[in-house]
């Protein structure tokens, strides 16, 4: 069974970054792609941007484009999520989430494991 652990979130100003990390154990993730996603209070959890087993095909929602980059070092077994020109509105708890299944997934259904989460607050 995969165990994935977010860390690196915290309160920044808006306009500010963070670099959030999910540690992947327990088996070899190189194969899965890798997913962020983010959740609000009262609001559906939201996919954010998938990273492929390769890294090299990256994909992205239309709100975080231009602002998020997602990278994977599958010699570390993580994944990190870079967050520029934060926006209060980018204020939720942030999930990484494993796929174990072939090709990209872009919803909640399309993953098999998740992170705890680990919370960002943007203040303005």
């Known amino acids: 069974q995969v165990q994935l652990v977010e860390s690196g979130g915290g309160l920044v100003q808006a306009g500010g970054s963070l670099r959030l990390s999910c540690a992947v154990s327990?088996?070899?993730?190189?194969?899965?792609?890798m997913g962020w996603f983010r959740q609000a209070p009262g609001k559906e959890r939201e996919w954010l941007a998938t990273?492929?087993?390769?890294?090299?095909?990256?994909y992205y929602a239309e709100l975080v484009k231009g602002r998020f980059t997602i990278s994977r070092d599958n010699v570390k077994n993580t994944v990190y999520l870079q967050m520029n020109s934060l926006k209060p509105e980018d204020t939720a708890v942030y999930y990484c989430?494993?796929?174990?299944?072939?090709?990209?997934?872009?919803?909640?259904?399309?993953?098999?494991?998740w992170g705890q989460g680990t919370q960002c607050t943007v203040s303005s």
């Open positions: 327990g088996r070899t993730f190189v194969s899965d792609h």
């Open positions: 989430a494993a796929r174990q299944r072939y090709g990209a997934g872009f919803s909640r259904a399309d993953f098999d494991s």
């Open positions: 990273i492929s087993w390769s890294g090299g095909s990256t």
